[in-house]
Each structure stands twice: as structure tokens, then as C-alpha cells.
């Protein structure tokens, strides 16, 4: 009788193990189809010469070597630390400015949540297009009104030295999902702080420092790791406005990029090399290190994040 009492929750243990097995085997098929043969593929295509067509071909190290010698590299890699280090601060900062003048609205509060919130759910394709024709240097509304305040506008997208600008304008334009997040977490601090900070005679800029961001730290950091990994992924405005623009000036593989590589970023490299010029194994060489640097990205800022958080009020 003991024996049988005993092996009540051994058995008990094992259906809760098989339950849990049960749930997590899509997952785990998932995960093996759609990341770790992907990524296992991109490390044997990484060794061979692979063109879309014809049988891949082993060549050692040669697409790692070529690495050293690719000057497009060295653009692409300077075009993605711009938007990274400059385009992503600047989303972060205009986002949780735009959220903390919302929190502060007495009236129509819900009208700018949702006026600010549209711009994100625009398809990017549409909304690069449109900002082609805004921005449009000779018919375009901004350079129009511009011209009638006696104010020569920029050629923008057509400029290298505007283009990456014009484009963080775009991307600053449909911040409205980071602005709804930075909302929430500024409304979720509690009043308590806040009238605390009065007591102590604190003004609006020392209640921010020392309130509001504390509060919200763990917010800002996953919006800043979220942003920077889509940084790093940067394609689809860059690829449509280029393509948009270079018309008859260039063709084929050479429209991307335009103006003179200014929006080369290492994601267009990427597809550059694999569906314009064919060369799959280099592509694939390309996608791993894109795969390590945004892992990489990723670390360095959760890693931070444990210890920016570990002095907030309750953690432990």
C-alpha cells in the first residue's frame, strides 16, 4: 500500500513531463525547420559556389576571404552603423518625447494616440513611395512650400548627403508603435513617486531624471533592442526608394543604392549579392554575419539591462 501511495506522484510527474513534451514539440519543429536548418544551410552555403541554378560547388574558403577584399562591404557595414547609432537614438528620443506630451494631454488624448499611431500601419512600401513624392525636389510639396518661404529645399532622396536623412525622416513618421509602448510604461508609473518627488521640491526635469526613466527602464531597453536589431535589418524603404528613383540613370543591380551608395545598407548588400548577382555562397557569408552582429547586439544589451534594472525598486 505504501509502494502504491509512493508511486502516485511519480506517475503523476510523468504525464505533467508528457504534457509539456506534448505542447512543446510545434514549437520545437518550428524552431528546427524554420532557424536551425536555414541557419546550417547558410553555413554549407557559405563554403560552396551556389547560383540559383546549377549544383552547388565547394570552394573552401574563398567566400570568407573574398570578405576582406569587397570595398561594397565597407559601405554597406558605414551606411548600417548610421542608421544604427544615429537613426535609432533619435526614434527612441522623438518617440518617449511624443509619448510624455500625450500622457500630459487633458483633452484628446485618444485623438493624438491614434493620429500618432496611424503612420505605423501604412505598408512601407506605400509610405516610402509617398515620401518619394513629398520629398520630390521639383514638384514636390515640402520643396514647394519651402520655395515660398524663399528657403532653397534639398534634392533629398536624390542627394547622397540627404538621402539617409530623408529616410530616418520616413522612419521617424511611423514611430507610432514605440510611441504607444513608451505611453504605457509612462502611465504605469505610480503617483506615488511623483508626489514624493514634489515633497522633496523636485522640478518637471528632476522628476523626469530620477522618476520617470528609472520607472521605465526596462521598456526603453527592450525598445532600443527591438529597434536596433530592425536597424540591422534595414531593406525594404531603402530598396523601394532606390529603385523608385534611379529610373533610367541606372539599372539592374546598380539601382540599388542610389544615390552613388548612399543607401546601401548591408541588408540591400545582401540581396544584392544573392538575387542580383547570383552569388549565394558570398550572400550566405553575408547573412551569418548579420545573424552574429544582431546576436551579438542583442547580448551586450540584455546582459546591460540585468544590471541597469537590478537598483529599480523591487528588483532583486
Known amino acids: 500500500m505504501m509502494a502504491?501511495?509512493?508511486?502516485?506522484?511519480?506517475?503523476?510527474?510523468?504525464?505533467?513531463?508528457?504534457?509539456?513534451?506534448?505542447?512543446?514539440?510545434?514549437?520545437?519543429?518550428?524552431?528546427?525547420?524554420?532557424?536551425?536548418?536555414?541557419?546550417?544551410?547558410?553555413?554549407?552555403?557559405?563554403?560552396?559556389?551556389?547560383?540559383?541554378?546549377?549544383?552547388?560547388?565547394?570552394?573552401?574558403?574563398?567566400?570568407?576571404?573574398?570578405?576582406?577584399?569587397?570595398?561594397?562591404?565597407?559601405?554597406?557595414?558605414?551606411?548600417?552603423?548610421?542608421?544604427?547609432?544615429?537613426?535609432?537614438?533619435?526614434?527612441?528620443v522623438f518617440a518617449f518625447f511624443l509619448a510624455l506630451l500625450v500622457s500630459r494631454a487633458r483633452r484628446g488624448a485618444g485623438l493624438l494616440r491614434t493620429v500618432f499611431y496611424l503612420p505605423h500601419l501604412m505598408p512601407l512600401v506605400a509610405a516610402a513611395l509617398a515620401f518619394v513624392v513629398l520629398l520630390n525636389p521639383s514638384f514636390g510639396p515640402v520643396n514647394t512650400v519651402l520655395g515660398h518661404l524663399g528657403i532653397d529645399g534639398p534634392l533629398w532622396f536624390n542627394d547622397p548627403g540627404w538621402a539617409?536623412?530623408?529616410?530616418?525622416?520616413?522612419?521617424?513618421?511611423?514611430i507610432g508603435n514605440l510611441l504607444v509602448i513608451f505611453l504605457a510604461a509612462v502611465l504605469d508609473v505610480p503617483q506615488q513617486l511623483y508626489e514624493a518627488a514634489d515633497l522633496d521640491g523636485a522640478g518637471r526635469m528632476r522628476k523626469l531624471w530620477h522618476v520617470t526613466l528609472p520607472a521605465v527602464r526596462?521598456?526603453?531597453?527592450?525598445?532600443?533592442?527591438?529597434?536596433?536589431?530592425?536597424?540591422?535589418?534595414?531593406?525594404?524603404?531603402?530598396?523601394?526608394?532606390?529603385?523608385?528613383?534611379?529610373?533610367?540613370?541606372?539599372?539592374?543591380?546598380?539601382?540599388?543604392?542610389?544615390?552613388?551608395?548612399?543607401?546601401?545598407?548591408?541588408?540591400?548588400?545582401?540581396?544584392k549579392q544573392g538575387f542580383r548577382y547570383f552569388n549565394m555562397g558570398y550572400a550566405s557569408v553575408l547573412a551569418l554575419l548579420l545573424f552574429a552582429v544582431s546576436f551579438g547586439v542583442a547580448f551586450v544589451l540584455l546582459r546591460r539591462a540585468n544590471r541597469w534594472t537590478s537598483d529599480l525598486p523591487g528588483a532583486r
Open 4 to 92: 502504491t501511495n509512493a508511486s502516485l506522484p511519480r506517475r503523476r510527474f510523468a504525464r505533467v513531463n508528457w504534457a509539456a513534451v506534448a505542447f512543446m514539440t510545434p514549437w520545437a519543429i518550428g524552431f528546427c525547420v524554420f532557424f536551425v536548418y536555414p541557419l546550417l544551410a547558410n553555413v554549407y552555403l557559405s563554403f560552396t559556389h551556389y547560383d540559383l541554378i546549377s549544383s552547388a560547388k565547394f570552394i573552401g574558403l574563398d567566400n570568407w576571404a573574398f570578405l576582406l577584399h569587397d570595398k561594397a562591404l565597407l559601405t554597406g557595414l558605414r551606411n548600417s552603423a548610421w542608421i544604427l547609432l544615429i537613426g535609432v537614438p533619435v526614434k527612441l
Open 164 to 174: 539617409k536623412p530623408s529616410l530616418l525622416m520616413l522612419d521617424t513618421w511611423m
Open 218 to 271: 526596462p521598456v526603453l531597453t527592450f525598445a532600443a533592442v527591438t529597434a536596433m536589431i530592425d536597424a540591422l535589418q534595414y531593406f525594404t524603404q531603402a530598396y523601394v526608394v532606390a529603385t523608385s528613383l534611379s529610373g533610367g540613370a541606372t539599372t539592374g543591380a546598380e539601382s540599388l543604392g542610389y544615390p552613388n551608395d548612399s543607401t546601401l545598407f548591408f541588408p540591400v548588400l545582401l540581396y
